[in-house]
């Protein structure tokens, strides 16, 4: 049975007063859920975690190891040991996966920039063949104009990685038929295939990065929602003394600062909420929202919204993008103590 709760705060002094336990609704559900107007209320209708700790992720190991510690502490209690042996799995399973991704970046961009440094030194080579063709074959001869049709900086200048490969190949394949460059042919024959292996596993490398990150992203979600679902199951067992949840999770790592002197939280962020959809009113499943400033950009979910808490004042860019579709870009206004709200409409590439 899954237990999924939707917390009340009372927006002057953020007491709970109220929880409501959910009970045999499916975890994605949950996310269909609307935001509820009630007067004086603010009603956490989403994973709380998953929208506070999804720009923070560094901070989020430190937040899930602290809830583990504190299971571990009290599992005498045979739900809290219960709940300690669901949770840490997946607390261990998201710092392996993690730890595997720091790994996979790393050889990543090692192989980057071996492809760099090799890219960088392509006018060079150019050059020095060039240098030794027009011993054999002068500039404006024929043969000379049939091996760089447009001169040898055509190959790479201004071009994309796979267009100089591919341009680089061809002018392989136009000295080759000349027998008296067999030493040319030889050379840049060596170098253009140590260009389309470095270029290959650098490509494997990044996509093996790309495939870490989902699954890190997957374990993410995941994790954050067996936290809701510790949450909920908390609350529900210690309703009568709900301050003792707090002795389960580190609540200071998600709190507003305190001026000094004051005994409330200071509201000096605000948050931006998006709503995307198609032309005709759908809304789009995983754009990617990339925002300025926020080192993690986020995907949208079935209800084509996406959210970003907690903002510095400012002026943000947010860009969205999704496979044949048009790319978006928009500026938003965030003010302390507010919600942003943006309308996003996508068209699709003709």
């Not at 899954?2 to 709970?16: A, D, E, L, S």
């Not at 209708?45 to 989020?60: E, G, S």
Request: aromatic letters at 12%; proline letters at 4%; one cysteine or more.
């Amino acid at each position: 049975m899954q237990f999924i709760t939707t917390v009340f705060f009372y927006p002057n002094n953020k007491r709970v007063i109220n929880v409501l336990t959910l009970l045999n609704i499916p975890y994605k559900s949950y996310y269909q859920l609307k935001k509820t107007t009630m007067s004086n209320y603010i009603p956490f209708t989403r994973n709380r975690f998953f929208l506070y700790f999804n720009t923070r992720r560094k901070q989020y190991l430190n937040f899930i190891q602290g809830h583990v510690i504190k299971l571990e502490e009290r599992k005498a209690d045979s739900d809290i040991l219960n709940m300690l042996n669901n949770t840490r799995p997946e607390v261990d399973a998201y710092k392996l996966i993690q730890e595997t991704l720091g790994s996979a970046g790393s050889g990543a961009k090692g192989e980057t920039a071996r492809w760099g440094d090799l890219v960088d030194t392509i006018p060079n080579k150019l050059h020095l063949y060039d240098l030794q063709i027009q011993l054999k074959y002068p500039k404006k001869t024929p043969e000379y104009i049939s091996i760089f049709p447009r001169g040898y900086s055509d190959i790479y200048y201004h071009q994309t990685y796979e267009q100089i490969i591919k341009n680089f190949g061809a002018f392989i394949q136009n000295i080759e038929k000349y027998p008296d460059l067999a030493t040319v042919f030889t050379e840049a024959k060596t170098f253009y295939d140590l260009m389309v292996l470095t270029r290959k596993n650098q490509q494997i490398k990044g996509e093996g990065k790309t495939n870490v990150s989902d699954q890190l992203n997957e374990a993410f979600a995941l994790l954050c929602q067996t936290l809701w679902g510790n949450l909920g199951l908390l609350m529900y067992k210690f309703r009568a003394t709900p301050e003792r949840v707090g002795d389960y999770f580190d609540f200071g790592m998600m709190q507003h600062k305190i001026r000094p002197g004051e005994g409330e939280p200071e509201t000096d962020t605000g948050d931006l909420f998006a709503s995307i959809t198609d032309a005709e009113g759908k809304p789009l499943l995983n754009v990617h929202t990339q925002l300025s400033g926020v080192e993690e950009a986020q995907l949208s979910d079935e209800n084509g919204e996406v959210s970003f808490y907690e903002l510095i004042p400012g002026t943000f860019t947010a860009i969205f993008t999704l496979a044949g579709y048009k790319t978006i870009t928009r500026e938003a206004i965030i003010t302390a103590g507010e919600e942003t709200e943006v309308a996003v409409v996508m068209e699709k590439e003709v």
